[in-house]
């Protein structure tokens, strides 16, 4: 199956507006930037080649699919790859999450109208929020993520991830009880 | 927050304190260099071949790993022969046009000869 100039064209501009929340995504849940563009490159490729000549409708489905399936992928890689760097070596650390960085990305131009104070306990809500998500466990993350940063409904989540609409449901109550729980326990009011 | 923030959360509550959180979540945007990267690999992956050889290598590789390690063991395995072979000089009377008939015709085709091939 090959895609017209059109197709490509199209599909151009659809990773453009997806890309940037992708990566985000992709960072939420490995906190590793490279992986996180390691991965969003991964699945624009799938999609680029696999999919391309797919009814454009389809591609934002697709997309997460892939995207979640590789970012399900390295996960179990990277899971393997620890055990055996710990294995041999009396230094791995591999374990350890890594930390947010702060300069990883830059507080949106609207927010340079606020006073200081206020840019940096926002910049610190904004840095405990993606650890709680960092502590919730990956398919907890992963409904939550789709549901509501992604912004799909229940069944289109369900289809992503591959599970009932139920699942779905109990995945994003208890992703959200338990950030809600860890931003108390934290101090943080929204 | 004022709906219920460390106690139970009903549905509303729920969807209210999610919307919330993805809200300041949003504030922030991707780094320029991120953006670079992107921009970059979108432009990667919509080419039509570019680059795309050494993707499927290394996608058919990760997929087919056992075969790839042992391809890449015999790779190596051949390598290593055809190094030593070359350093300790062994065989080099495998390229005399005169030994190789003589072998082909003492063990090769007497062997025929006892089976009745020929």
């Keep these: 199956m ?29 906190r590793d930037r490279e992986a996180a563009l390691d991965v969003v490159q991964d699945a ?45 070596s009396a230094f791995g650390s591999a374990d350890a999450p890594d930390e947010a960085d702060p ?5 949106d131009d609207s927010a340079f109208g606020r006073d200081a104070e206020s840019q940096v306990s926002s910049q610190q809500r904004m ?14 993350r992963e409904a939550f993520l789709l549901r509501y940063w992604e912004e799909m409904d229940v069944a289109e989540t369900a289809q992503v991830m591959g599970c009932s609409e139920g699942s779905v449901k109990t995945h994003c109550s208890r992703a959200c009880h338990a950030l809600a729980k860890w931003l108390s326990d934290q101090g943080v009011t929204l | 927050m004022n709906h219920q923030q460390g106690g139970r959360l009903d549905e509303v509550a729920q969807e209210a304190f999610a919307r919330e959180l993805v809200g300041t979540l949003q504030q922030a ?28 290598v290394l996608s058919w590789a990760q997929q087919h790993r056992a075969v790839a390690m042992v391809f890449s063991f015999l790779l190596l395995l051949s390598l290593a022969f055809g190094v030593w072979r070359t350093q300790a000089g062994v065989f ?14 003492e063990v090769l085709l007497d062997s025929f000869e006892d ?3 020929l």
């Design chain 2, 29 to 56: 945007q991707a780094g320029a260099d991120v953006r670079r990267s992107l921009a970059r690999a979108r432009h990667q992956a919509l080419q039509p071949h570019g680059g795309s050889i050494r993707q499927e």
């Design chain 1, 44 to 88: 624009m490729f799938k999609l680029s080649h696999h999919y391309a000549a797919k009814p454009a409708q389809e591609w934002p489905l697709l997309f997460q699919r892939i995207l979640q399936n590789t970012i399900r992928d390295y996960q179990r890689r990277n899971k393997v790859r620890s055990f055996w760097v710990s294995l041999f």
């Design chain 2, 92 to 105: 080099n009377d495998s390229s005399d046009p005169q030994l190789i008939a003589q072998v082909v015709d």
């Design chain 1, 127 to 140: 840095a405990l929020i993606e650890q709680g998500l960092a502590l919730l466990p990956a398919r907890q």
């Design chain 1, 2 to 30: 090959s895609a017209s100039t059109e197709d490509v064209q199209s599909l151009g501009e659809f990773l453009a507006a997806v890309e940037q929340r992708a990566w985000r995504q992709a960072w939420l849940a490995l």
């Design chain 1, 103 to 107: 300069l990883e990305y830059l507080v």
């Design chain 2, 115 to 117: 089976d009745g091939a």
